[in-house]
T-cell receptor, first 112, second 112 residues
């Protein structure tokens, strides 16, 4: 089955700096790669996703890139703010109505 | 509208007892997922339903774990003879058929 690895497990950046979180996946059939943000004590929420027919997607300060050949994808957050502090999870699936396999999460701390 | 609802929000039980966790998905969502999140850990897939059937039960940790879904709506996750290692947050999520998951706020299970 699919295996998703995520790095780093913790990341501390100063406010205004950029943060990058990387994930690799094992199943070449995977074609959907979402990122979820989980604030302390809250439920995970989707922040951005990308499909395998696209190499990059942006939404304001966040962007995701995908390298299908290397089977890795990354989350980029620019101009970080304290409210970006949370645990971020990457995930992969083979599409609609199939299970989503999550990475182990990255705890991002944005310091003032 | 209402989101995914889980009950109870907290459950404390004694080792060896059985517990039932309930998930009420968003109305009309055909797919329903159960994940387990241990303290500081990632999201561990348990089981997924499409309608009332469970095409993928591969994540259930042991035969003490079972789940059902009736009427294409409410799902119950049952853990028999609970063990201390079952202590975790059990998250339910639903989706209307595309991949975005809508998570509930989880059930915090503590096995003493």
């Amino acid at each position: 089955g699919e295996n998703v690895e995520q790095h780093p497990s913790t990341l501390s950046v100063q406010e205004g700096d950029s943060a990058v979180i990387k994930c690799t996946y094992s199943d070449s059939a995977s074609n959907y790669f979402p990122w979820y943000k989980q604030e302390l004590g809250k439920r995970p929420q989707l922040i951005i996703d990308i499909r395998s027919n696209v190499g990059e997607k942006k939404d304001q300060r966040i962007a995701v890139t995908l390298n299908k050949t290397a089977k890795h994808f990354s989350l980029h957050i620019t101009e970080t703010q304290p409210e970006d502090s949370a645990v971020y999870f990457c995930a992969a699936s083979t599409g609609t109505a199939s299970k989503l396999t999550f990475g182990t999460g990255t705890r991002l701390q944005v310091t003032l | 509208g209402a989101g995914v609802s889980q009950s109870p929000s907290n459950k404390v039980t004694e080792k060896g007892k059985d517990v039932e966790l309930r998930c009420d998905p968003i109305s009309g969502h055909t797919a329903l997922y159960w994940y387990r999140q241990s303290l500081g850990q990632g999201l561990e897939f348990l089981i997924y339903f499409q309608g009332n059937s469970a095409p993928d039960k591969s994540g259930l940790p042991s035969d003490r774990f079972s789940a059902e879904r009736t009427g294409g709506s409410v799902s119950t996750l049952t853990i028999q003879r609970t063990q201390q290692e079952d202590s975790a947050v059990y998250l339910c999520a639903s989706t209307p058929g595309h991949e975005k998951l809508f998570f509930g706020s989880g059930t915090q299970l503590s096995v003493l």
